[in-house]
Every structure is written in C-alpha cells, then in structure tokens.
C-alpha cells in the first residue's frame, strides 16, 4: 500500500517526441549551426538526448561550446509550448487513482509550466516542483525529501513514478523510496528498480486500488 505518488512529467507522462520537432526546431538549427558538419552521429545522437534529458547535462555530456550551451539555455529560458499537447493514453490509469500525486521534473521553469497546462494536469497534483538549475542548485533528491518530511510520508509510504535510471529513479533508491521505471519502449532493462512496466496497470496493484 503506498499513500503518495511522485511523478516526473517527460516521457512519463506525455511523449517528448510528439512536441519535438516544434519545441526544438531553432535549437536543433542552432545545433547544426555550431557543431562541426563532420560529427553527424554525434550530432544525432545530441539531438535524440535533448528530447530526454536537461539541455544543460547534454551540452557537458557531448562537449558544447560555451558559446552554444548559453545561446541554447537563453533560448530555451524563454520558451512556452502553446500547442494542443495529449498525455500518455496510459496516464489515464494514474489519474484515476484516488491517492495524493506529486509532480516533479527538471527543466525551465516557463517551459514546464506551459507544458502543465497544454497537458491539463495540473488538479491531478498536490504539488508541482519545478527543479530548474538556472534557479536554484536543488534537485530531485532534496525536493524528495522536502514533500516527505513537509507531509510526514515515510520513504515506505511513496512510489516514485519516472521513466529515467539516472534521474528521478536513481534520486528515489538513494532515499530508499520504492521506484516504477516507465519503459514502454524497453530502453532501460538491464536498470536496478522495484518495479517496471510498459503501462500503468501495475501501479494500480501497488497501490492497492
């Protein structure tokens, strides 16, 4: 039985690739721009990276410039999504368990926040943290640990929801917070977690609903 659920929001519950192109045009162009044309697999790679990751840990990850990493965080600071955005078909079996939610991703604040609302979701929620490192040096981890002691949850009370091994997943198991890894395309098998799935079916179950 748990009384809390922590989710992060991409590809956990939305797909980034479905908003990609449109959110990431000018910052795949600006990419292409600056990278040598010569590194295309690495360039391709980056790319794929950014619809999953914080732009901040891939631009150290694959060595941008200076220059590059501040045009793209500048650029990216002062977006919003304002197109119609669809949940995971999946999610509809979160939102229907009648227990306190919490969302938590990493990201620009703007951004995310928009994404909240062309999504929906935001009465779905007790609380939403935003982790932005252009803000604040918090992290998944500590804001964890801020709703469990804020509420009085115990680690055996909450099951962190999240599709990324070494993000929120990593942040929960060193907290001793039971994980779900969301893995419907079987990207992360051989990662340590409590539980997996390809839907949502199972989160019913450990719950208790």
């Given at each position: 039985?748990?009384?809390?659920?922590?989710?992060?929001?991409?590809?956990?519950?939305?797909?980034?690739?479905?908003i990609?192109?449109?959110?990431?045009?000018?910052?795949?162009?600006?990419?292409?721009?600056?990278?040598?044309?010569?590194?295309?697999?690495?360039?391709?790679?980056?790319?794929?990276?950014?619809?999953?990751?914080?732009?901040?840990?891939?631009?150290?990850?694959?060595?941008f410039?200076?220059e590059?990493?501040?045009?793209?965080?500048?650029?990216?600071?002062?977006?919003?999504?304002?197109d119609?955005?669809?949940?995971?078909?999946?999610?509809?079996?979160?939102?229907?368990?009648?227990?306190?939610?919490?969302?938590?991703?990493?990201?620009?604040?703007?951004?995310?926040?928009?994404?909240?609302?062309?999504?929906?979701?935001?009465?779905?929620?007790?609380?939403?943290?935003?982790?932005?490192?252009e803000?604040?040096?918090?992290?998944?981890?500590?804001?964890?640990?801020?709703?469990?002691?804020?509420n009085?949850?115990?680690?055996?009370?909450?099951?962190?929801?999240g599709?990324?091994?070494?993000?929120?997943?990593k942040?929960?198991?060193?907290?001793?917070?039971?994980?779900?890894?969301?893995?419907?395309?079987?990207?992360h098998?051989?990662?340590?977690?409590?539980?997996?799935?390809?839907?949502?079916?199972?989160?019913?179950?450990?719950?208790?609903?």
């Amino acid at each position: 039985m748990k009384r809390v659920l922590i989710l992060d929001l991409d590809n956990t519950i939305y797909p980034v690739n479905s908003i990609a192109h449109h959110l990431f045009g000018k910052l795949f162009r600006l990419i292409d721009e600056q990278l040598e044309p010569g590194d295309s697999d690495m360039v391709n790679k980056a790319k794929d990276e950014l619809t999953r990751r914080p732009y901040q840990h891939v631009a150290d990850e694959f060595g941008f410039s200076a220059e590059l990493k501040a045009k793209g965080m500048e650029m990216l600071s002062n977006i919003e999504f304002t197109d119609a955005m669809h949940a995971f078909p999946e999610y509809a079996d979160i939102r229907s368990i009648d227990i306190d939610k919490y969302l938590v991703t990493t990201g620009f604040t703007k951004l995310q926040l928009s994404k909240v609302k062309m999504l929906g979701i935001e009465a779905d929620f007790k609380g939403i943290y935003i982790v932005d490192p252009e803000l604040s040096g918090q992290t998944k981890k500590d804001v964890f640990a801020m709703i469990m002691a804020d509420n009085g949850y115990t680690a055996e009370d909450v099951l962190v929801i999240g599709d990324d091994p070494k993000s929120e997943i990593k942040a929960a198991i060193d907290l001793g917070i039971d994980t779900f890894l969301f893995d419907p395309g079987d990207k992360h098998t051989e990662a340590t977690v409590t539980h997996r799935g390809k839907d949502y079916k199972e989160v019913l179950r450990i719950v208790g609903k």
